[in-house]
């Protein structure tokens, strides 16, 4: 791993960490995010490998992330806030599942520079995998489907959140 994947890796678990502490669910959070995932799909993100089951390798780890990303948005704790803005705040699970994928990642390419590259080369040609591109699009593609769907989950339940509190001042102040 080279510095600037270490960095990226810490500014995603630093996403999660400074959702610990209730912020805003509005555009602005949208940025720093998106900038990440940009970043990271354009720096690798090449190609689609598509030989063997290279596809099913990416489709996976993309599904992963999916997963990953919207269970942690799930569990965040949200409530509208005085100004009629969605606030979000995530508990320890969500961050934990957050912390996990990334770990993940880190591991297994660790792991791979460290001693188990031939035992993952030995997987991958037993399973069909045409090698490291294949396993580098499918880690990325984790990568960025899970912050993306984080995003995206979070996005639409402040969106719900404050429509459903829309409503029920609209109806509350025709009551009265």
């Known amino acids: 791993m080279t510095t600037t994947d270490y960095l990226i890796n810490a500014a995603l678990v630093l996403l999660v960490v400074r959702q610990m502490h209730e912020r805003r669910v509005d555009v602005r959070s949208l940025i720093l995010p998106a900038v990440l995932v940009y970043t990271i799909a354009g720096s690798y993100l090449h190609s689609i490998p598509t030989a063997g089951n290279d596809l099913v390798l990416i489709v996976a780890l993309a599904t992963l992330g999916l997963t990953l990303g919207s269970t942690s948005a799930f569990l965040h704790t949200m409530r509208v806030g005085s100004d009629g803005v969605a606030l ?11 912390v996990a994928g990334i770990g993940a990642r880190i591991v297994f390419v660790l792991a791979a520079e460290h001693g188990a590259g031939d035992a993952i080369a030995h997987f991958s040609a037993a399973n069909s995998i045409t090698g490291k591109d294949a396993w580098v699009t499918a880690l990325v593609l984790m990568s960025v489907c899970e912050v993306a769907a984080r995003l995206a989950t979070l996005q639409l339940r402040a969106y719900r959140l404050t429509s459903a509190n829309t409503t029920a001042r609209m ?6």
């Open 171 to 176: 109806l509350a102040g025709a009551g009265a």
């Open 88 to 98: 979000a705040r995530a508990g320890w699970v969500a961050a934990g599942l957050w």
